[in-house]
């Protein structure tokens, strides 16, 4: 199998991709592009092999988008990567699908220009698990004593958080530390509650550690990992992340 009938084979199994022939001109150029903004994130191609700077007659050829100046420079003085042929922009780059380039690279190109021209729900439905810090106010719920009988409770669903991600629930005051990890093994449950807060879905999250009281507390995560509140769902810096899976 030729590495235009792989590729396209890898597109329509990975995201249910199939090749769109858009010009008259041109009938082997084929399109990529997604189901639902519409976006192109590739194109093959083939195009005479002299404006590449290459012998022969044609070359086939894959355009995908790195939205990436530096790596689009590292690539192109590597063989078998140029500056896009079809476009001026700096992001995007031509790959030569003749096995110069090995295959399993081509497919990590790919998904990587996916990612870059994704509608903002798909990033968020194919992005890595990612790690979360969330408040838990004891004001409104006995955190403390949430996981005595059991490892998996559900809590108020956090915009952005998605099933396989990691929170750590920070208590606060009088407690103001870092409790618990979970993982979230379920969302977008159905809920409906209305009092101080509003609650319209609940995630279900699993313990996997409960830290000790003075570990993370209010004053280690300001002077030693930089977070000086924790008023919502935020992201963690890594150094964080390696210190609380450390402990796990």
Known sequence: MDHRKKLFKYVNEKYGTTPEYLWARFPDYAVLRHSDNRKWYAIIMDVSADKLGLDGQKADILNVKLDDELLTDMLTQREGFFPAYHSRQRSWISVLLDGTV????????????????????????????????IPANPKYFDIMHAFDETDMIHWKQCKGIKTGDTVYLYVGAPVSALIYGCRVERTDIPYDYSGEINISYLMEIRLLKRYPDDRFTFDALKTEYGIFAVRGPRGIPSSLSEALKKEQ
């Open 102 to 133: 090995p295959f399993n690279e081509i497919c990590e190109l790919i998904d990587i220009s996916y990612n870059v021209t994704a509608s903002k729900a798909v990033r968020q439905r194919v992005r890595e698990p990612k790690d979360w810090i």
